[in-house]
C-alpha cells in the first residue's frame, strides 16, 4: 500500500498519518501503533511499540566529521586555551507529527546544536564566508593532518 493511500485515512488501530515527503516510499504495515507519520526517507531509527514518548522520532545519521576545536578551560585560576581533535555527528532528525526537520552536529546532548534544516543553507554559507576571509592567514603546517594548511581552491 502506498504512502498517500494512509494519509488521512484512520487507521483501525492507531492515529491518522500525517504526510511528509517520501519519495514514493511505502509505510510498512508494522509500524508502530503511535506512529503518525510516514518515515522520511533518510530515516535509519528503529520504531517500536515500546518507544518512549520522547524518542518518538525518525533519525538519519549523515555522517560524522573530525575537527580541530579550540576549547577553553580553567586551570588554578587560569584559561587554559588548547586545540583539540574532535569528532562531530551531523545528522537529521524530526519528531514523529511534527512537521520541522532539525540538523544535529554534536557529540550528545551536552555538547550539540540543533538547527531548523531549512537554515541550513544560511549557516553554512556565513560559515564559508568567514572561513575564507581568515583562510589565508593559517600558518602553513599550523594544524598539519587537519587540513587546515591545504591550498585554496580556485
Known amino acids: ?58 533519525r538519519g545519521l549523515v555522517r560524522s566529521v573530525t575537527v580541530v576545536s579550540r576549547v577553553r578551560r580553567f586551570r588554578d585560576g587560569r584559561m587554559i586555551v588548547e586545540d583539540e581533535e574532535l569528532e562531530f555527528d551531523v545528522g537529521l532528525s524530526l519528531a514523529d507529527g511534527d512537521v520541522v526537520t532539525w540538523l544535529y552536529v554534536g557529540q550528545g546532548p551536552a555538547r550539540s546544536i540543533e538547527i531548523a534544516a531549512g537554515d541550513a543553507a544560511a549557516l553554512v554559507a556565513a560559515m564559508v564566508d568567514a572561513a575564507g576571509r581568515v583562510e589565508d592567514r593559517i600558518p602553513s603546517g599550523a594544524h598539519a593532518g587537519h587540513g587546515l594548511d591545504a591550498p585554496r581552491a580556485g
Open 1 to 58: 500500500m502506498s504512502a498517500e493511500a494512509h494519509v488521512g485515512a484512520p487507521r483501525q488501530d492507531g492515529p491518522t498519518l500525517v504526510p511528509v515527503e517520501t519519495g514514493g516510499e511505502t509505510m510498512p504495515d508494522s509500524r508502530p501503533s503511535w506512529q503518525r507519520t510516514v518515515c522520511p526517507p533518510w530515516c535509519d531509527a528503529s520504531h517500536a511499540e515500546s518507544d518512549h514518548p520522547d524518542d518518538r522520532v525518525h
